[in-house]
């Protein structure tokens, strides 16, 4: 069983930035593929980005390619993600989920992955 603890959202002028920590409890944390996703009200909770286990392969969607970017540190089992250069549209819920995984694969389906965080919210003021 693996408990995620998402923290960092807050209300941001567009152009800023935040750092999303999500917390996870277990000690296989580098077993486990990460990723971040995020849902607007009103829409698909969507795949923003994910990263593997061993942390060195990564996936984006393209509409936050080049403003994101993922990071873990197995030591803390810790996963981050640095969002950068906010828009109106990142305006979001945005949870932490994870996945065993012991190949090198990044899911990007929100069904692929079995344990999830509650949640940090995310406005950006245009």
């Known amino acids: 069983q693996v408990q995620l603890v998402e923290s960092g959202g807050g209300l941001v002028q567009a152009g800023g930035s935040l750092r999303l920590s999500c917390a996870a409890s277990g000690r296989t944390f580098s077993n486990y593929a990460m990723a971040w996703f995020r849902q607007a009200p009103g829409k698909e909770r969507e795949f923003a980005a994910g990263?593997?286990?061993?942390?060195?392969?990564?996936k984006y969607a393209d509409s936050v390619k080049g403003r994101f970017t993922i990071s873990r540190d197995n030591a803390k089992n810790m996963v981050y993600l640095q969002v950068n250069i906010l828009r109106p549209e990142d305006t979001a819920d945005y949870s932490c989920?994870?996945?065993?995984?012991?190949?090198?694969?990044?899911?990007?389906?929100?069904?692929?992955?079995?344990?999830w965080g509650q949640g940090t919210q995310v406005t950006v003021s245009s």
């Open positions: 990263i593997s286990g061993s942390g060195a392969y990564f």
């Open positions: 989920a994870a996945v065993r995984m012991m190949s090198a694969y990044v899911p990007q389906n929100k069904w692929e992955y079995d344990y």
